[in-house]
């Protein structure tokens, strides 16, 4: 085989190598997260696409949220609560400045959450009501 029967060789594998099923497109979203206008500050947000893809990202003290790797389009949300912050991180037993919002369990699966999300093409803020 000649070097230039092997360069061609070569590209041609390349070239086929990228002929696959196309990757999919995947976004990165953020925003907040409420419930009944009372901002969340704990727990895990998760989004469902219709394709079943799954998006996940905790949800900080600010009631912030940041997903990579989300498919944008309509999603379905879930919300599962997390601890509540009582005291603070040096031992000493302050009192938690406002009351843990509680929210309801319905919330935590997809089927009964009833709360849909769109995730737009470029990705960006995405807020999340939970009502």
């Not at 190598?17 to 009372?38: E, I, L, R």
């Not at 600010?62 to 031992?91: I, W």
């Not at 737009?120 to 939970?130: A, I, K, Q, S």
């Amino acid at each position: 085989m000649t070097l230039r029967t092997a360069a061609l060789l070569a590209a041609a594998m390349t070239t086929l190598a990228g002929c696959g099923k196309p990757t999919k497109k995947v976004v990165t979203a953020s925003g907040t997260v409420t419930y009944n206008g009372h901002q969340l500050k704990s727990g895990v947000l998760k989004f469902e696409a219709p394709n079943g893809d799954l998006g996940m990202a905790p949800v900080g003290p600010d009631g912030r949220y940041t997903m990579t790797d989300v498919v944008p389009g309509v999603q379905k949300v879930l919300y599962m609560g997390g601890p509540a912050g009582f005291g603070s991180s040096d031992g000493s037993k302050a009192a938690p400045a406002e009351k843990p919002v509680n929210v309801p369990v319905k919330f935590g699966a997809f089927e009964t959450s009833g709360v849909t999300v769109t995730v737009p093409d470029g990705g960006g803020e995405v807020n999340v009501e939970l009502k």
